[in-house]
């Protein structure tokens, strides 16, 4: 099982794409997994070892409501003081076999919180309010008090 | 059923460096976690190890050594069997492929909980105790632990105490607390589950027989009694291997012997077995163990009969003048891969190797770090010189038993120097003769585990009906069975066995007592490491505040688990121990 990707710079975001979080710890899963059980995230196990002794593979949360599901992720994150790196990729063949167009990999960087720069770009996701992910964050986000008016 | 090639070479050494820890217990392979031997080949040489690989070394270890007994044996020879067969042809050679095939596939799934178990308790629990027993993973923890000039002598006070603190240290890392939560926490996979049901039956075991066998206090020598107990088990061995049995009625045994196997450990008179086991143990690492190990619970005739199956297994490695070339060829390496599994594989990658006038120097490949992996080792007799710096591997191998580990340069599949570490002055002919094998490269032996597995997994893919349906129904009665005998174990955690093992079958496992409180569940694993001091006095209290795990609070916390019906925490005689 795994998940086979074609990475690439993507100018604009689509209606419709999949979420998958990766370098999460396990606990971490569970909460968000229950935490936004709303939108059905679902726990995945890619690069299962194929060794019957051995250490499990690698778990990635995936939502494919994507749109829905960014903004409360993003701030689920930025509440529990985690932060992330997000890439475009097109193509994502999920664990089972099923293709989704296009997605947005989150991958968690621990508490290497995300810069200014990184959070303002988070304004061309839909629904995605840069502000208030950095408040989250206690990160004050300069020139934020116009821009949220 | 095409047979496997053996003689087919890939470009050597290009193994990935493992992201994740395996094991292959037919070959004994080992994969630690992580191993960059570029990187962190001068800490294994002059020691201590980087911090990082011990844990990942210790589990892994642990399967080596478990798997290195009369079941890992018999398992072995059955599946060497199994890859003879396609040479033989002969009528009856399809259904007792199938035996055999089914057999080993079964044992392993079949003791691979238990044996996550003991790997999971040596990561864990393992420690130097009263017992002049030292077990194969705790003697070379002991040197991960420490530098070449300074080994410890654990028989000394000082050096086990100085052993046990470390091991604490590195136990209460936040990564390896974080590492025993994931693993206590919902299993998302199969392998996931074995870790979860056999951790927590071995650790009920080791909490059950404790208070009934006072020796038991040393963790090390509980681990050595569960390991013997289960894997020198001459009672399996010849269930495993008896000719007289059919597939089905074969499966049935294993499992009903490994559940009275487990069972049994219960009985009354296990302190005084104990005692015996000790006091036979109580020798050099390599003594004669040929006629069983006493004090493990078997009946003069059980062991007499497993021993004799054993032997049988045996002699069928022997070589046979009548047989065709092909067959003695094969005989002949299966008795060297018999001879190899002793060795421990534990890393091995790519390099630059040159030879030259009988030095020997290798470079990483590629070359991303500035200095030289090893230079000027001499090289083994008969080594030709390289034409400048050659595509070669470098690899580190250990024998476990004997103490004895090298890192060994080759080029193609030979090897063309060996560097002993410091400490290990003059090793015998034998040990340089099986280090220097071919056959024993780290690039035929990973060759020769990929065509295995390739071969095993294709049988069991591609299985014409009806083996394909009784193959599936086996591996889904097993997997019964083992639930049933974990359920055993799991319901001694609570005063209800139904309600704890309701509870501790609940979706995300022990997770689910927590009401989602990271920190308290980390306490409980912190105190659980803890078991063997009074946490809860004043002084200890302060200093465990400090890294926020709040022992009062703890003791009100386990209360309100135990009310749901699991026991996390016991009162011995006014001292409460934290139990996972």
Redesign the interface.
């Known amino acids: 099982m795994g998940t086979s990707t074609n990475e690439s710079t993507m100018p604009t975001i689509p209606d419709d794409f999949a979420v998958i979080l990766d370098n999460c710890?396990?606990?971490d899963l569970?909460?968000i997994e229950?935490d936004l059980a709303s939108f059905n995230p679902k726990?995945h196990?890619v690069?299962?070892?194929?060794?019957?002794?051995?250490?499990?593979?690698t778990?990635i949360l995936i939502a494919l409501a994507g749109n829905f599901v960014l903004p409360p992720l993003l701030l689920w994150l930025a509440k529990h003081r985690q932060g992330f790196k997000i890439s475009e990729q097109k193509e994502t063949t999920l664990p089972g076999g099923e293709t989704v167009k296009s997605s947005l990999k989150i991958s968690v960087t621990g508490s290497a919180l995300p810069s200014s720069e990184q959070l303002r770009e988070l304004s061309k996701f839909p629904g995605v309010d840069p502000v208030k992910i950095a408040a989250a964050y206690g990160i004050h986000l300069p020139g934020s008090e116009e821009s949220s008016r | 059923m095409a047979s496997i090639c053996l003689a087919a070479r890939n470009p050597p050494g290009n193994q990935p460096v493992s992201?994740?820890?395996?094991?292959?217990?037919i070959t004994n392979v080992i994969r630690p976690?992580g191993v960059i031997l570029r990187r962190d080949l001068r800490g294994f040489l002059t020691g201590p190890w980087p911090a990082y690989t011990i844990q990942p070394f210790i589990h892994e270890l642990t399967?080596h050594w478990c798997f290195h007994s009369a079941v890992g044996l018999a398992v072995a020879l059955l599946r060497f069997r199994a890859l003879r067969r396609p040479a033989m042809s002969n009528r009856e050679a399809a259904p007792l492929l199938f035996d055999e095939m089914l057999t080993v596939d079964t044992m392993?799934?079949l003791i691979?909980p238990i044996?996550?178990g003991l790997a999971l308790f040596a990561e864990y629990d393992m420690a130097p105790g009263a017992s002049p027993i030292v077990t194969t993973p705790l003697a070379w923890t002991s040197i991960a632990m420490s530098a070449r000039s300074a080994l410890m002598d654990l028989s000394q006070p000082q050096a086990a105490q100085e052993l046990t603190n470390w091991l604490l240290n590195l136990r209460l890392s936040p990564d390896s607390l974080?590492r025993k939560?994931?693993f206590l926490?919902?299993p998302?996979?199969a392998?996931?589950s074995a870790?979860f049901d056999g951790y927590m039956v071995v650790k009920r075991l080791y909490l059950d027989l404790s208070q009934s066998v006072p020796t038991f206090a040393d963790t090390d020598l509980f681990l050595s009694y569960l390991r013997s107990y289960l894997f020198e088990d001459y009672g399996m061995v010849a269930i495993l291997a008896d000719r007289d049995c059919n597939t089905f009625r074969r499966q049935i045994a294993m499992i009903e012997r490994l559940g009275t196997r487990l069972a049994e450990l219960y009985r009354p008179n296990l302190e005084e077995d104990v005692a015996t086991f000790e006091r036979f143990n109580n020798r050099e690492p390599n003594g004669d163990r040929s006629a069983g190990i006493p004090g493990l619970g078997l009946g003069a005739k059980e062991l007499e009969d497993g021993l004799r199956i054993q032997q049988s297994l045996l002699s069928e490695l022997q070589d046979n003048p009548e047989a065709e070339q092909t067959m003695r060829k094969l005989l002949d390496v299966q008795r060297l891969w018999l001879s190899r599994r002793s060795l421990a594989y534990v890393a091995s990658e790519p390099a630059k190797v040159q030879v030259l006038n009988g030095m020997v120097s290798a470079w990483p490949d590629p070359a991303d770090y500035e200095f030289p992996l090893l230079t000027g080792v001499s090289a083994l007799p008969g080594t030709a010189n390289t034409e400048g710096k050659e595509s070669g591997w470098v690899s580190l191998i250990l024998q476990p038993q004997t103490g004895i580990f090298a890192s060994v340069v080759g080029v193609g599949a030979r090897a063309a120097a060996i560097h002993w570490p410091p400490a290990i002055a003059g090793p015998g002919p034998e040990i340089v003769a099986l280090f220097s094998d071919p056959e024993c490269s780290p690039v035929v032996v990973q060759e020769q585990h990929e065509s295995i597995?390739a071969w095993v997994d294709s049988y069991f893919r591609e299985a014409p009906e009806p083996m394909k349906t009784w193959i599936a129904e086996t591996r889904q009665s097993t997997q019964s069975a083992l639930k049933r005998i974990a359920d055993v174990f799991l319901g001694r955690w609570g005063e209800n066995r139904e309600v704890a093992v309701r509870c501790l079958r609940s979706t995300?496992r022990l997770?689910d007592l927590f009401d989602?409180d990271?920190k308290m569940?980390e306490t409980f694993v912190a105190l659980g490491l803890l078991r063997n001091f009074d946490v809860l006095l004043p002084s200890f209290t302060a200093a465990l505040s400090n890294q926020g795990w709040d022992t009062g609070r703890a003791l009100r916390f386990a209360i309100q688990i135990q009310a749901k019906g699991v026991s996390l925490v016991r009162n011995d005689e006014g001292i409460f121990r934290w139990l996972i």
């Open positions: 710890k396990k606990l569970l909460d229950s726990i196990v690069d299962e070892s194929e060794h019957r002794y051995g250490e499990p593979g778990l | 992201a994740r820890a395996w094991i292959d217990p976690r399967h392993l799934e691979r044996s996550e974080s939560m994931d926490s919902r998302l996979t392998l996931d870790y597995k995300n997770w989602r990271r569940f």
